[in-house]
């Protein structure tokens, strides 16, 4: 299941990335079969820049 954002909790952007990016294959595939949802659908660079915030966000 997808972790929702909270905009007053920046561990919850991380959570959401961190979730998003191990989910990517079934969200990418849950996007594309949906037609009104492809404008959605994140490039290769996209999921890239989603790997750089969240080590960004990552708490060490």
Not at 24 to 50: G, N, S
Request: proline share 2%.
């Amino acid at each position: 299941m997808v972790i929702r954002d909270v905009k007053t909790r920046w561990n919850y952007t991380e959570a959401m990335i961190t979730r998003g990016l191990l989910l990517r294959k079934a969200i990418d595939q849950w996007v594309f079969d949906r037609e009104e949802l492809r404008p959605l659908l994140l490039t290769t660079d996209e999921w890239k820049m989603l790997e750089s915030l969240g080590k960004i966000l990552k708490v060490r």
